[in-house]
C-alpha cells in the first residue's frame, strides 16, 4: 500500500485487505470508500461496484477508482485507466473479475476525520414504527449521511441489556462523515423519535467504524444469501420483511436495508459497468449458520423471502451480494444494453472465457 497525501491518491496490491488499506489512508486522515466489514478484500469488492458508507458522500469504490493494472490470460500487462485502455477500465468498475486479475488499484482519497457513527437497537414490535419514520426522515438527509436498517436476533453480546439477548430485534445503523456537532443534530430526530434498548451512537475513529460489524462475519460459517434492489421502503415492503423477520430461521442470520442515493446517483448510468444506479435501497438478506445438517431449512426461509420481495424489487441485482444463482441473475445485474457492451470487452480481453468461476459475463459471439 502506498498513500500519496499531497495528491490524495493511494496505489494497493490486490490481497490487500480494507482494514490494512484504511490503517494506512487514516494514518494522514483521508479514505476511499470500501467495505463495512474490515477483513474484505479491495479486489472483488471494487470491480463488483463497491458499496460501503462512504458512498452517498463519495461514490462507490469503482467511481473512485482511478487505474488498474491488469494481467490478461494472455499473460499480457495492461494499464486500464481513462487514458489507457478505456474499455477495460470500463468494464472492471462494475463487472467483476471477468478479465483478468488485477494485481494493483489506485484509488481517489478524501478527507475523512472521525465519524459519528453506531447502531439505535430496537425490539422487533417498533419495527414497523420506526422504519415508516425511518423512510420519511430519509427524504432530508445530508450526502454525508450513509444509513442502514439491520433486522437481526440480539446476541448475548455484554454491550447488549440481557432482556434484549435472543430476541428478534432492529438496529437503524448510522455513519455521518461532517463535522460531529452537525451530526447531534442530523441525528437527533431519528434518536428520539423512539425509546430504543440501545442508543451507541457516538464519535469514533473512521477505523473503529470499519471494523465493528466483523464479528457479524467470521470466519467458517455456512453463508447463503440473495438480495435485490427498491425503489421506495413501501408499506407492502415493510410488512412482507416483518412477516419474515419475525420467523428468522437462524439467530446468525439477518436482513438489510442499506440507503443508496447521493453521490452513486451523480455518476452516469453508462459511464461505468456498475449498473441499477438509480435504486434508492439495496436489501440483502445474509443467511448464516454452523450445522449442514440444518441447510436446507435456512435456505429455503432466504428463497422464500427473496421470492416475496421480488414483486416490489426493480429487477436488478447488486453483483457482489449475486449467489450462483444462473445466467439469467448475472444478466439482471447489468441490464440487456450494459451485458451486450460488457460481452464485447470480455470477447476482446477474453475470448477464450478463461476466467469463468465467477459472476460469469460469456464473450460476444
Known sequence: IRVDPAKGFARAEGGVTWGEF?????????????????????AGFTLGGGIGWLMRKHGLACDNLVS????????????????????????????????????????????????????IIYTLEKARDVLKFYRNYLA???????????????????SLP???????????????TGPPES???????????????????RVMPYTELQSMFDGDAPWGLKNYWKSEYLAEISDRAIETILEYAGRISSPLSQIHIQHLEGAVRRVGEADTAFSHRNAAFVVNIVSKWHNAAESERHIQWTRELAAAI??????????????????GRVRAAYGPEKYRRLSEVKKKYDPENFFRLNQNIKPAL
Open 140 to 158: 432530508d438527509v445530508p450526502e454525508e449521511l450513509s444509513t442502514m436498517v439491520a433486522f437481526m436476533t440480539a446476541s448475548s453480546d455484554p
Open 22 to 42: 484504511d490503517h494506512e489512508t487514516q494514518i494522514h486522515g483521508l479514505a476511499t470508500t470500501g467495505g463495512i466489514v474490515s477483513t474484505t478484500g479491495i
Open 162 to 176: 440481557a432482556p434484549l439477548h435472543g430476541r428478534p430485534a432492529v438496529a437503524v445503523i448510522v455513519c455521518y
Open 183 to 201: 451530526g447531534e443534530e442530523i441525528l437527533r430526530p431519528l434518536r428520539k423519535a423512539f425509546v430504543p434498548e440501545v442508543d451507541s451512537i
Open 68 to 119: 488498474a493494472d491488469v494481467i490478461t490470460a494472455e499473460g499480457r500487462f495492461l494499464k486500464a485507466s481513462a487514458e489507457q485502455n478505456q474499455d477495460l477500465f470500463w468494464g472492471v468498475r462494475g463487472g467483476g473479475g471477468n478479465f483478468g486479475i488485477v494485481t494493483s488499484f489506485k484509488y481517489r482519497l478524501h478527507p475523512v476525520g472521525p465519524v459519528t457513527a453506531g447502531r
Open 310 to 327: 421480488t414483486p416490489f424489487a426493480t429487477g436488478g441485482v447488486y453483483v457482489n451480494f449475486l449467489g450462483d444463482e444462473g445466467d
